[in-house]
């Protein structure tokens, strides 16, 4: 069972930096991309950030273009998630997610770029005040 943990999320104000982490527990054969949805309260979760393990490739949601940036450290089965001039719209749960798992919990991300994210963190609070 692959498991996801994230890390980094706090208060903080806006303009301000944070790095969130995901560590998996290990890598699988369908681990090609990973990525980082948020969700708001009382809005829907929207993708942030994507990554695909093998070649680096990234993509990002426009609304986070030029501030935020997703790395990853494969020695570590760490991706991150760099995120600079936070704003208070930034306020959200940020989740973590990987390739593989229950087709029921699967999601997709930047036009089916990546796919069949089932393997989820149990997200990290992000809150970002004005």
């Known amino acids: 069972q692959v498991r996801l943990a994230e890390s980094g999320g706090t208060s903080v104000q806006a303009g301000g930096s944070l790095r969130l982490s995901c560590v998996i527990s290990?890598?699988?054969?369908?681990?090609?991309?990973m990525g980082w949805f948020r969700q708001a309260p009382g809005k829907e979760r929207e993708e942030v950030a994507g990554i695909y393990i093998g070649g680096g490739s990234t993509y990002y949601a426009d609304f986070v273009k030029g501030r935020f940036a997703i790395s990853q450290d494969n020695a570590n089965n760490t991706v991150y998630l760099h995120m600079n001039s936070l704003k208070p719209e930034d306020t959200a749960i940020y989740y973590c997610a990987a390739e593989g798992g229950p087709p029921a919990s699967q999601a997709t991300m930047f036009s089916s770029l990546c796919q069949g994210l089932g393997y989820w963190g149990q997200g990290t609070l992000v809150a970002v005040s004005s």
């Open positions: 290990e890598y699988t054969a369908n681990t090609d991309c």
